[in-house]
């Protein structure tokens, strides 16, 4: 039996929602339609609404095992009790298998993928479309094949009190500003003895990935990239793993493990590039630090295997296209996302509609000379999309 997160909502407070499609093309809903019109794979594999079931597994820092980060429905993991492959293989993820084989979406992707679709607005299953090239629909239907793309959210531990984060994202918080706000659950893989179960358990996964991901927390501020990190050497050499970090930590250790790895990337949580917005975001970090870091990282890994993200904010936006060169200026790929309000009501509204209208205006005219850019079209016209809705 399927557990939700402990803050989803009960269904009744979703948005209205019905199997999509309807029995006959005439009654599908334009909504629907809008979204299968944008899906950029072949026409025939869009017989499956939406790929991550198939493709890809995450598992949270409270041991929560999902189809993605954006599902509300989850399962935990309990030591020798149910497992990696009790998941991959079960009852749950089936579940999403067959709504999505249906060609609707299952009742977890409601709160994200549903309201979105609902309101004309590209959904996470996008990105999940392309985990796998273009046999995915092939790996779909083998009922043995085994997860491309494998996502670790490690665990809170972070050095780090950024203003727009969250306890369940900051230990810092967690500890701090936030630890009035809910019961938190601990990290699972804290524990020595989970965190070898887990490792024995991902001997079975990690030789069929294709990428895995650490997210945090800080990964590299934990035992538990390091561990399985070294065993992917072992047992799947050539695999991509990619690191989303605050840029904050290079040593001895680190420095290791980026020689070790062979496809390590790495997608540095930046957000400016401009000291004194840094200093009011990055609270715990030091700019002159951080950027040492970045370059100590693209001496060892090349330019490359380096992205540079940024979370559109009232705070930044007035610089942001200085971010752009930046990125520019180093071959850094840059991926843009944008501050929300939701669960933040106890912190400064750094919302971009806060921002005068007119000022909006003047930072689009600055980033769309990189429209021309074919590297950097995508987050430029990401980022003009941001700033328009945030004036509208």
Not at 171 to 192: A, C, E, I, V
Not at 282 to 289: D, L, Q, S, T, W
Request: with cysteine; proline share 5%.
């Amino acid at each position: 039996m399927s557990s939700t997160l402990e803050d989803s909502p009960h269904d009744d407070e979703l948005p209205p929602w019905n199997k999509w499609p309807k029995p006959s093309l005439e009654d599908t809903p334009e909504e629907w339609e809008t979204f299968q019109k944008n899906r950029n794979i072949l026409e025939s594999h869009k017989m499956i609404s939406c790929y991550a079931a198939f493709n890809h597994m995450r598992i949270g820092r409270a041991g929560d095992m999902k189809t993605c980060c954006f599902s509300m429905s989850h399962r935990l993991w309990q030591k020798g009790k149910f497992g990696l492959r009790d998941w991959w293989f079960g009852e749950t993820n089936n579940e999403h298998r067959e709504e999505f084989l249906n060609n609707t979406i299952h009742h977890g992707c409601k709160r994200v993928c549903g309201t979105r679709i609902a309101n004309k607005l590209p959904p996470p299953i996008v990105d999940y479309d392309w985990n796998y090239g273009n046999d995915r629909l092939e790996h779909a239907m083998d009922p043995d094949a085994y997860p491309k793309a494998f996502d670790l959210e490690i665990s809170n531990l972070c050095n780090m009190a950024c203003p727009m984060c969250m306890g369940d994202l900051s230990s810092k918080h967690m500890l701090g500003r936030d630890k009035d706000l809910k019961k938190y659950q601990p990290n699972m893989f804290d524990d020595d003895e989970n965190l070898e179960q887990l490792t024995l358990e991902l001997e079975e996964f990690i030789p069929h990935l294709e990428v895995l991901r650490f997210t945090g927390g800080e990964p590299f501020a934990h035992k538990a990239f390091y561990k399985i990190a070294e065993l992917s050497v072992k047992l799947n050499p050539m695999l991509r793993i990619e690191v989303c970090t605050n840029g904050s930590i290079y040593n001895t250790k680190v420095d290791k493990y980026a020689s070790l790895l062979p496809n390590l990337e790495i997608s540095v949580s930046l957000d400016t590039v401009n000291p004194e917005e840094y200093s009011k975001i990055r609270i715990g970090g030091k700019y002159e630090n951080t950027m040492e870091n970045i370059e100590k990282f693209k001496n060892k890994l090349g330019s490359k295997n380096i992205k540079i993200n940024s979370t559109l904010m009232s705070v930044n936006a007035t610089h942001i296209d200085k971010f752009f060169q930046y990125g520019k200026e180093n071959g850094y790929e840059i991926f843009m996302n944008v501050y929300s309000r939701s669960a933040r009501e106890h912190t400064p509204d750094w919302s971009l509609h806060t921002v005068d209208g007119n000022k909006l205006k003047q930072i689009i005219n600055k980033i769309k000379p990189w429209l021309d850019d074919p590297i950097y079209e995508v987050a430029a016209r990401k980022t003009i999309s941001l700033l328009k809705q945030a004036i509208t």
